[in-house]
């Protein structure tokens, strides 16, 4: 499909995974490219926001696309999401895994 | 039961409910089903917004419908969420369960909603499903199985458009028939996202070439990180200068229309205690707040638009960072402009907000955000003081100094802000916000939403403000002075005396008497301060009464220092009643209210301290 800045940029050690775990977090994902949503993680037991990340649609399987950035800085961001966007801070994107589009 | 509703019978026979997502059309199909027969309840003493209406089948069935508000899911996050499953699942305590669901669900957007109308599968309610927007997923090439949609989830589907009323006729038609059986729930241990995806995969035909373009292409544009924020500023000040240049003729023809009125009535009555109570009690009272319709209805016009158009939570997108600086986050944005209109949606629309810190601190600026009915003593104000005079050739210097106090309402709410919620530590706030796809605003909901905000300011205006200025006109002409007393006769009047007692307090700030007394009923609405005025100018006035020339009288009677310094009163004073009303019953704490009153007039008092300080050492006015 198509070839994605993630791909690209995976070569080198990118800023944009975390820890020593090859994961892909939507709050780094960069502008433009194309991902699909792996997991969604908890920051507590039932963490709210990742509940309602599910009911919004964020669930595994899913492609997701960062479409733009805040103005001031990199928060918030814009997701397309399947035929919808949203708007979420880093701190919600960063619950949403993903591995590199196919 | 509903199918022995028969027709002579003018009781309701059904009730239903619409239920569906935020941006499904839910509220478009509202108004097409109701047109005007609505009922927006009054914000007094309801939790809810509760929107009903009632309309008739076109075999006369009668049908009382209830818009719930817009959900994503059951298992709420906000009190505007609860409401919704409250009456859904029967739990509400004034709401009764309705008999059956309308389910709205965009046609554009299957994924997020087929997952919501799951939820509502397992309620055991009869459903019917309003499947909208049919005429733009088409245009985008979507191809829905509809048929074999409803046989699969067990639910009559009627494709719909609500933007027009042929587009709702096939739903109408479907009221007709008995309510269909509930819906069999969603079998245990199946995953609801496995399920829409089953349903998308096995119904519908989705070249994704077809996808929603034209907001992809907006967005590119609107979210641009420096085209954005231009864009946003040139939509905020053009709406500002709209509602101050286009209103003027209108409001001038309103003006002569209401002194034409005057003269006919008054003409045949005598002079006396009854042509004084109609002239300057009633007629001057009403007439002075109702030329003000115009600048509401435009400034409404303007927050409607921008709303059906899915331009504001862009615009919340943008502001995000700005409000985080305030420690808010963007959500906080639309109930922040909301009370540009007023403050008491903009108050009851911060239950949308999830974070209970964030939304607390919300309510609490809210009232700085400069609302409408504060526009009449603006106007009247600047058009006295301010010189009618033009800047760079196209902006008038007295729509960028009404620019600047509504700028200056902003900045001080920021700071607000930011000193209620210093030192507290940083958690988390989620903005997480749907940003619908662009529209272009359907004008029959926008003149419904004008027509529904005029009849409110209107009838406002013939029950508080008419009785606060009959009140006052009693106030200010009784006791009558003792024959052949010198000066005017408001000087022996309880008003007289109630304002000269404040004028203890108020005179370091510049007020005399006059506008003292104009500060208490301005206590029930904002607007009334203006035709106080006028009424205990045109019975304090030794010649002849002049209500409708108040502007004037004024810039000769006042000091600039003054005018300068009830401007910044205004920008400040929580001078509304029904605002603090608002605020304790969605807090549901008087110490807030109580808290908020108090900031807010101290706030006022040494902004208008300083400015009529200030202004007196500019102009050099002792």
Not at chain 1, 9 to 38: Q, S
Request: proline share 8%; aromatic share 8%; with cysteine.
């Amino acid at each position: 499909m198509r070839l994605s800045r993630v791909k690209v940029r995976a070569a080198e050690p990118a800023p944009y995974y975390r820890g020593t775990e090859l994961m892909l977090y939507l709050d780094t994902l960069p502008k433009g490219a194309h991902a699909v949503i792996e997991k969604i993680e908890q920051r507590a037991p039932l963490d709210p926001i990742a509940t309602r990340l599910e009911e919004l649609g964020f669930v595994p399987g899913e492609a997701v696309q960062v479409v733009a950035t805040g103005p001031m800085g990199r928060d918030p961001i814009a997701v397309r999401l399947g035929t919808s966007r949203f708007a979420l801070r880093r701190g919600e994107a960063a619950r949403v895994g993903l591995r590199p589009a196919a | 039961m509903s199918s022995t509703a028969s027709t002579q019978t003018p009781a309701p026979s059904l009730h239903i409910a619409l239920v569906g997502n935020p941006n499904c059309g839910k509220t478009s199909l509202f108004n097409q089903l109701t047109g005007s027969r609505q009922k927006v309840a009054n914000y007094a003493g309801v939790t809810v917004e509760r929107k009903e209406g009632f309309f008739t089948t076109p075999n006369g069935r009668a049908i009382r419908v209830l818009d719930l508000p817009g959900a994503y899911s059951l298992d709420s996050t906000s009190p505007d969420e609860d409401v919704t499953r409250d009456v859904c699942l029967g739990r509400h305590r004034s709401e009764p369960q309705p008999e059956m669901l309308v389910a709205v669900i965009s046609a554009t957007n299957l994924r997020l909603h087929l997952r919501f109308l799951l939820e509502l599968k397992q309620l055991g309610l009869p459903v019917i499903v309003a499947l909208n927007m049919m005429d733009e997923a088409r245009r985008n090439g979507l191809q829905i199985d509809v048929a074999g949609l409803q046989a699969d989830l067990g639910m009559p589907i009627i494709p719909i458009v609500s933007l027009n009323r042929a587009g709702v006729v096939p739903l109408l038609q479907a009221l007709d028939l008995p309510l269909p059986a509930p819906p069999d729930p969603l079998p245990a241990g199946i995953d609801p996202h496995m399920e829409v995806r089953r349903l998308l995969a096995a119904y519908v035909v989705d070249p994704s070439a077809g996808m929603d373009r034209l907001t992809d292409r907006l967005d590119r544009v609107f979210l641009h990180p420096v085209w954005g924020p231009v864009i946003l500023l040139v939509v905020l000040f053009v709406m500002f200068q709209t509602v101050f240049a286009w209103a003027q003729p209108l409001m001038d023809g309103l003006d002569s229309g209401i002194s034409t009125f005057g003269q006919i009535v008054l003409k045949p009555l005598p002079d006396g205690i009854l042509h004084s109570l109609l002239a300057d009690g009633v007629i001057a009272g009403a007439g002075t707040v109702i030329v003000f319709l115009p600048q509401i209805l435009i400034l409404f016009l303007w927050i409607l638009a921008l709303e059906e158009s899915g331009y504001l939570p862009r615009a919340a997108f943008l502001l995000d960072r700005l409000m985080a600086l305030a420690g808010l986050s963007g959500r906080s944005f639309i109930p922040l402009l909301s009370s540009f209109a007023c403050a008491i949606p903009g108050i009851m629309a911060a239950r949308t907000i999830q974070n209970p810190r964030d939304r607390l601190v919300t309510i609490l600026i809210a009232p700085l955000m400069t609302c409408s009915a504060r526009l009449p003593v603006y106007t009247l104000l600047i058009g006295a003081f301010v010189p009618h005079r033009t800047i760079l050739g196209i902006f008038g210097l007295q729509g960028l100094v009404l620019f600047g106090l509504y700028a200056v309402a902003i900045v001080s709410g920021v700071i607000a802000a930011r000193v209620m919620t210093r030192g507290v530590k940083s958690e988390e706030h989620p903005l997480l916000l749907e940003l619908p796809p662009y529209r272009r605003p359907n004008l029959k909901s926008l003149a419904l939403g004008l027509w529904q905000r005029a009849v409110m300011f209107l009838s406002r205006v013939g029950t508080i403000i008419v009785s606060l200025n009959v009140l006052l006109w009693a106030l200010s002409s009784f006791p009558l002075p003792p024959a052949g007393a010198p000066g005017a006769a408001i000087d022996y009047s309880l008003a007289g005396r109630i304002g000269h007692l404040m004028q203890w307090v108020f005179a370091p700030i510049g007020f005399n008497w006059q506008i003292c007394v104009s500060l208490i009923p301005g206590l029930a609405a904002r607007e009334v301060a203006v035709s106080s005025l006028a009424t205990v100018y045109a019975i304090g006035a030794t010649d002849d009464g002049a209500a409708d020339k108040l502007l004037p009288l004024l810039s000769t009677q006042w000091s600039m220092a003054t005018a300068f310094s009830l401007l910044a009163w205004y920008v400040y004073a929580p001078q509304c009643i029904s605002t603090l009303a608002v605020m304790r019953r969605e807090t549901g704490s008087i110490k807030t209210v109580l808290w908020a009153a108090a900031y807010l007039f101290g706030l006022a008092y040494l902004a208008a301290f300083l400015t009529y300080h200030i202004t007196r050492a500019i102009t050099g006015v002792p």
